[in-house]
């Protein structure tokens, strides 16, 4: 971890030892090195996780030490219930220089129903233990922090928003706010639930100032608001509100100052506006990416001003108003390629700069940047094996649609072929289906393994993939199965007809929605596919919102999955078993909560009632640790090698 090296030295050339050769699909199953590295206020220690024991591990490592050595903190499991769902640890920041802010979450059974969980705790260096904070009569979501003293403040204090126990079950849902000091776990309550409010926003000062409740038959949503703690909160709106569109309201507030700004799409596309709170209204634009959303907006250290921008568009992208960051990211630009830098972490004085740096196709590589005294050093590998190697080229492209719609997609060649024309193909649809992919590193690695072994897969931002607008966000209600499916068949299309791959040699691989649709694909579509891979896929519709309803709500269980299309049954692969017409492997884990492995058990035995052959029509694999996450390595290697093994078997390359 030492930080040494002139800055024009920073980034050797590629590692060259894999050029000629297959990277194995082990190397591609491994958790990377680090993931989200974050540095302390004072810049001397790095919070990170690792990966240890066939699981990742919550780390702290000494910058500048080249003897150091990883601290574990925590593994995943070690906030687990055995009687419980898994817990995994998901965020992590400093809050002082001696202690660090842990978020953790799981799926747990309350009441008969699955639940999604959040808890806080934090770790003390000194001590190297880890204190609960608010865990004491906290029901399901405990780990929504509102505000965080600032570094240096001698008593360190967390306000958390959270559901509880306290007063019975008949304010489950409504949260209260807590303060609890980091040093002792001592608890005050700063906000009482309130039966209007489900959620409370804090400002950059520390004070409650918001609170906001869906109702969960009718979708209206309610808004409180008041100026200051002492004054009363007053209901500044109440009416139905699109789960795709977001209300002009104040996203930020500033410290010291009654100045906000508002995040909002309400102009078609997400950007950061103005907003005045003395008349509750969204003011000027401030920042908007054409044509993408704004993900979010950074405050200074001090929380008093704007810091920076960030979005997505082909890559993760940030904008840099305040000049320092600014000057420092250009710099950056300077030394690496525009477009290849991406600042995760700073200390508090912004002299030290933590930073990856990749090409497309590249494996990152974490730097350090010392502005005291101009050095760049590599932190680490993100693959210690695989280093900074080029591996397969990775592009973004559009296409049209049959309808004339344009779609956005990551192309990933296979290197190993290259100039080689009509090569077999892997159409790989992303979750959600309220995400998307990007051209960035993936970190589950897996369009990078499957070119690796041949194949053309390609990646499209379908319609309801997030960051492109809230129309087409919206254009995922009542087109799951249907216009969604022909906007990843359209791809193929795309790619035959430049010559880039063999329409008659696809299949398609995907998790959680990417499995639906894989599965959808073998069963309306199996003369398009020659195989199809799905894992933690959904397969039963209605199913699926019966299982959700408690959980979500009539309201959310029938405008988010509910919404999917008129006619569940009707988009429902396992409705239509004897449809299936192409080879399906179908992979899921036993403890997934998300997405119940009983998805996947009917399924199955639907298709043995419907005459299919297991082993010719289709393979189970049900992973008996897994989850929904896929949080351990021998999972995600089991995955990669069953998916590999029915790709040579149905579409060899």
């Known amino acids: 971890m030492a930080v040494a090296g002139p800055a024009a030295n920073a980034q050797p050339a590629p590692f060259g030892g894999w050029e000629s050769k297959v990277v194995p699909l082990e190397q591609f199953a491994k958790f990377p090195t680090l993931s989200e590295p974050q540095l302390s206020p004072n810049g001397r220690i790095l919070a990170v996780k690792v990966g240890a024991d066939n699981v990742q591990a919550l780390a702290l490592v000494s910058i500048g030490d080249p003897q150091a050595k990883a601290r574990i903190i925590a593994r995943d499991a070690d906030f687990g219930d055995p009687k419980l769902g898994d817990r995994e640890i998901y965020a992590w920041r400093w809050i002082d220089d001696d202690n660090l802010i842990i978020n953790i979450r799981s799926r747990d059974n309350q009441f008969g129903q699955w639940f999604d969980v959040t808890r806080v705790a934090a770790y003390n260096l000194e001590s190297g233990k880890i204190r609960p904070l608010g865990w004491d009569n906290a029901a399901a979501s405990a780990g929504n922090i509102l505000w965080m003293s600032p570094p240096g403040d001698p008593r360190p204090r967390v306000m958390i928003g959270r559901q509880s126990n306290r007063d019975g079950t008949e304010r489950w849902f409504n949260q209260e706010v807590i303060e609890v000091d980091v040093a002792t776990g001592r608890i005050s309550l700063v906000q009482g639930t309130n039966p209007l409010v489900t959620s409370w926003i804090a400002d950059n000062d520390g004070v409650v100032r918001m609170g906001s409740s869906r109702d969960r038959r009718t979708g209206k949503v309610r808004v409180l608001y008041r100026a200051d703690a002492r004054s009363n909160f007053a209901t500044i709106s109440n009416e139905a509100v ?257 010559g880039i791959a063999d329409a008659k040699r696809v299949c398609m691989m995907g998790w959680s929605y990417g499995g639906y649709a894989a599965s959808r694909a073998a069963q309306r579509d199996g003369d398009k596919y020659r195989c199809a891979i799905s894992g933690a896929g959904v397969h039963d519709l209605p199913a699926m919102v019966r299982y959700d309803r408690s959980y979500l709500g009539p309201y959310m269980a029938r405008t988010a999955l509910g919404a999917a299309g008129a006619d569940l049954g009707a988009i429902s692969p396992a409705h239509h078993a004897a449809d299936f017409s192409t080879p399906i492997l179908i992979v899921h884990g036993a403890k997934d909560q998300r997405v119940p492995v009983a998805q996947s058990r009917s399924l199955v035995s639907r298709l043995k009632s419907a005459g299919k052959v297991e082993g010719r029509d289709f393979r189970y694999v049900e992973q008996p640790l897994n989850t929904h996450h896929l949080l351990r390595e021998k999972d995600r290697l089991e995955y990669l090698t069953e998916t590999l093994e029915w790709l040579k078997k149905h579409n060899p390359a």
């Open 242 to 498: 699109n789960l795709y569109d977001d209300m002009t309201l104040p996203s930020m507030i500033l410290a010291g100052s009654n100045k906000a700004y508002s995040l909002s799409n309400h102009e078609g596309y997400r950007a950061l506006y103005e907003y005045d709170l003395d008349a509750m209204k969204v003011g000027a634009k401030i920042f908007g990416a054409p044509g993408y959303d704004l993900r979010s907006a950074s405050l200074t250290p001090d929380r008093t001003a704007l810091q920076g921008y960030h979005w997505t568009d082909t890559r993760q992208r940030t904008h840099y108003v305040e000049p320092r960051m600014r000057e420092i990211q250009e710099l950056l630009d300077q030394s690496f390629g525009k477009g290849n830098v991406l600042i995760t972490s700073t200390d508090l004085k912004r002299e030290k700069i933590l930073f990856t740096v990749a090409e497309l196709g590249q494996v990152p590589a974490y730097h350090l940047f010392d502005t005291v005294t101009g050095n760049i050093g590599r932190v680490a590998w993100v693959n210690d094996a695989l280093q900074n190697a080029r591996l397969n080229p990775v592009s973004t492209i559009r296409y049209k649609a049959s309808d004339g719609k344009e779609i956005e997609a990551i192309l990933t060649l296979p290197r190993h072929k290259k100039g080689e024309k009509n090569l077999p193909a892997v159409v790989m649809p992303h979750g959600g289906p309220w995400a998307r992919d990007d051209a960035d590193w993936d970190p589950t690695n897996w369009a990078q393994a499957m070119a690796e072994n041949g194949y053309v897969v390609i990646q499209p931002n379908y319609r309801g993939s997030t960051g492109y607008g809230a129309e087409f966000g919206r254009a995922a209600d009542g087109n799951w199965g249907e216009r969604m499916q022909d906007d990843l068949n359209d791809a193929v299309a795309w790619m035959a007809s430049r």
